[in-house]
């Protein structure tokens, strides 16, 4: 184990000097080597006086130890104060001392993590304080009789394992007003159904007995106790266990010992809240209120909160044990988990295991131990680690299980955010009283070796501190150059603004040429050349800055590692982009949970891209070669036409693409789209449609038949306006025939013009 914890503080430390061999040096408002140490856990400041150039800002000056040695800064010149650790109380681990060390002193960088070894061993013989608390409803009757014989049984059994046990008693039923109790006045007074039995009156809380090592003397007065009695089943057991812890002094308990809480109940319980129904509008004050050894507030004060009883256990090293009926199992484990080292044991119809039951939770208490701290000091955080298996990760309590007598290991790696005031904080396992005190304060200025006479460096009207000027009054500048009232000061207050516009952006003071920011109203800097930034205005989720997860740098978020977003309020997670195992079909980055799709691609998880098209025509070279081994790129097929998946296919339902191949075959596929870009699965119709040769016969037969056909068209044609021109002349000749044989004379007969008579013709033939 101990070869395991030196291997694994190794890794640390080697991780640790690689985070601050990469870390970057974030910044912000740098003047002085105080500014630099300040600004980043990664930060160094050269003091070398002839490191920075003519007119550059002191800032080049802090950066990075890698950054500054590669400027040319050597390492005697470079100041990077470490941590500082020193233990001021370190006692060995012996009886009684249970941790160590006792006290420590660290004086930390702001940001810079620091981690040290926290050591428990339990003790032997550690002094047991047992306060019994029980509840006297009326259906715990068979109990309390057995009960009030197990005194002297579980301060014997407790004895064997400790050498060193006390035990005390008290009891509870629940607040005296309706709805929670009959406030009749017999009923008040005896509250039991059965007249004749002995029965006291209705109470809140009584403490019976203070913690004593005299068995018998916790068996008589448990003897005297009588049951009682309410109406509604939840009981007044947080009330109860209220009281018990806040009355130290009351009840006994022991500055030095384990101190132990077990509450025996059959029922549930009332929480904060419920008291209204009695119309007890008060809160609960944490405060001890036993007047005659009665909680004298039980009808004023509310019922404590559950956060408000764990608290105070934990904060009392009160370890509850919650001795309950199998009915309520469910119940006070549920509010166990909310309470660091408690335990849950059922007790039988008649409580006669109980001390079995104590006991075993005793145990089992024992054999956990946590680690945890008190109320930290602002900007001040504590993580642990252990050598106990599951205890690897850092978390925010220690804890290691079964351990016995051995010796346990925790590392407590504390870390300053920013400067503080020198404050302290408490360390220690829970249940015990013993603490480590550690003092933290943080480094926040150089100690550089400097005079304190005038420096040539700084044409003798300064000093040089930690390699920068400091002027003497009445000089500024760089190098002290510049002396209050010189003349051309118009050129210089033209050299801090920006664009021409504001001197330093409304936000600092010109001085020698140069900006000197004013401080934020959150106490910040306003920094950069014209003081345009400052660390106190980012984008805000959950109303923290950054979400909590990021650093606010000009006005811009700086994620934690596994955070993103403008805020830092998303985790760093694919899980909410992937769809069928991949993220954002690989068409996009999955940013603050969600897919930032690319190329034009649309939707949640980028499947679809509406301005898209299928690469028919482009794919058809790829095609024709990966179907049917031909086309431009046979040779070289698999490296041009990586890009496609395909599929030689008898039948397509539907083609999507219809492309000629280079014999000018008609191909058919499909294109589906696949995850990525431009990568396809083609299904490819097995068979091409090729064009057949021509068929010279049918061609020319065709061509006589069609002229003939033509010639015989134009013939009928011609025959049919010749027949009709004659149809329409012989109607024409019948209508003048008819009208010649109703007038007696031939229309179309006309007489000559001149008759002519010849003289030499007689008549006579």
Request: some cysteine; hydrophobic content about 30%.
């Amino acid at each position: 184990m101990l070869q395991s914890l030196c291997l694994r503080s190794l890794l640390l430390l080697l991780m640790g000097r690689h985070v601050y061999t990469q870390e970057q040096c974030l910044k912000a408002s740098v003047n002085t080597c105080g500014d630099c140490i300040k600004s980043g856990p990664g930060c160094a400041w050269c003091k070398h006086v002839n490191f920075t150039k003519t007119g550059e800002q002191e800032a080049a000056r802090c950066d990075t130890v890698a950054v500054l040695k590669e400027k040319g800064c050597a390492s005697t010149d470079i100041e990077n104060p470490p941590n500082d650790f020193v233990p001021i109380a370190n006692k060995p681990l012996n009886n009684p001392v249970q941790i160590k060390p006792q006290e420590v002193k660290l004086n930390l960088r702001p940001g810079r993590p620091h981690t040290f070894d926290f050591e428990f061993k339990r003790a032997e013989g550690y002094p047991v304080d047992l306060y019994y608390l029980m509840d006297l409803s009326y259906s715990m009757k068979d109990d309390l009789e057995n009960v009030k014989k197990l005194g002297k049984d579980l301060l014997d059994e407790l004895t064997k394992i400790t050498g060193n046990a006390r035990i005390g008693f008290g009891s509870f039923v629940d607040k005296t007003l309706l709805p929670f109790t009959d406030t009749n006045v017999d009923k008040l007074q005896r509250p039991c159904p059965d007249k004749n039995e002995p029965c006291q009156p209705a109470f809140g809380f009584q403490h019976v007995l203070s913690l004593t090592k005299n068995g018998d003397r916790f068996k008589t007065m448990v003897a005297r106790q009588n049951i009682s009695g309410n109406l509604d089943p939840p009981e007044g057991s947080l009330d109860a266990i209220m009281q018990a812890a806040v009355c130290e002094n009351e009840i006994g308990w022991g500055n030095s010992s384990t101190r132990l809480l077990v509450l025996a109940t059959d029922d549930g319980f009332h929480m904060a809240g419920d008291g209204k129904l009695a119309a007890i509008l008060e809160p609960n004050k944490e405060t001890c209120q036993l007047v005659n050894n009665k909680y004298s507030k039980s009808n004023v004060w509310d019922y404590p909160s559950v956060g408000q009883i764990a608290r105070k256990l934990e904060e009392k090293n009160i370890q509850p044990i919650f001795a309950v009926t199998k009915k309520m199992e469910t119940v006070y484990t549920e509010l166990s988990k909310l309470i660091p080292k408690s335990a849950v044991g059922v007790l039988s119809e008649d409580s006669n295991n109980v001390v079995k039951l104590i006991m075993d939770a005793y145990k089992n208490l024992t054999s956990e131990v946590i680690v945890v701290h008190d109320t930290l000091p602002d900007f001040i955080s504590v993580k642990y680690t252990s050598n106990c298996k599951g205890g690897e990760k850092p978390s925010d309590r220690g804890k290691c299980d079964n351990v016995k007598f051995e010796k346990v290991t925790f590392r407590v790696t504390v870390t300053a955010e920013k400067c503080i005031k020198p404050q302290s904080f408490l360390i220690g396992p829970l249940g015990f009283s013993e603490k480590l005190k550690v003092n933290v304060s943080t480094r926040c200025e150089c100690e550089c070796d400097d005079t304190n006479a005038p420096h040539p460096h700084c044409g003798g009207n300064g000093k040089v501190v930690c390699g920068g000027c400091r002027c003497n009054p009445g000089f500024l500048g760089q190098h002290c150059e510049c002396k209050l009232g010189q003349k051309d000061e118009a050129s210089l207050k033209a050299q801090c603004r920006k664009d021409n516009v504001t001197e330093c952006e409304g936000k600092g003071d010109c001085v020698c040429g140069r900006c000197q920011c004013h401080l934020t109203e959150g106490g910040g800097n306003f920094y950069g050349e014209f003081c345009e930034c400052d660390d106190e205005h980012c984008e805000k989720f959950d109303n923290k800055q950054c979400a909590g997860h990021g650093k606010c740098k000009c006005g811009k978020c700086e994620c934690d590692a596994g955070y993103e977003g403008t805020a830092c309020h998303c985790a760093k997670s694919d899980e909410s982009c992937k769809i069928d195992g991949t993220v954002c079909h690989k068409r996009g980055k999955c940013v603050c949970n969600q897919c930032e799709c690319e190329r034009g691609y649309k939707g949640l998880y980028c499947k679809t891209c509406p301005t898209c098209q299928r690469p028919c025509q482009q794919s058809g070279s790829c095609v024709e070669c990966l179907a049917f081994g031909t086309g431009p790129f046979e040779k070289n097929c698999s490296l041009s036409c990586g890009h496609l998946k395909h599929n030689t296919v008898e039948k397509l339902i539907k083609s999507d693409c219809r492309v000629k191949d280079k014999e000018g075959c008609w191909m058919s596929f499909t294109m589906t789209e696949l995850d990525g870009f431009d990568n396809y699965l083609v299904n490819v119709l097995k068979d091409r449609e090729c064009p057949e040769g021509p068929n010279i016969a049918a061609i020319v037969g065709g061509s006589l038949a069609a002229v003939a056909l033509i010639g015989l068209l134009i013939l009928l044609i011609v025959k049919a306006l010749l027949y009709a021109s004659d149809l329409r002349e012989w109607r024409r000749f019948e209508k003048d025939r008819k009208h010649e044989k109703m007038s007696g004379t031939n229309p179309l007969f006309k007489d000559a013009t001149t008759t002519v008579q010849n003289p030499t013709f007689s008549g006579d033939s």
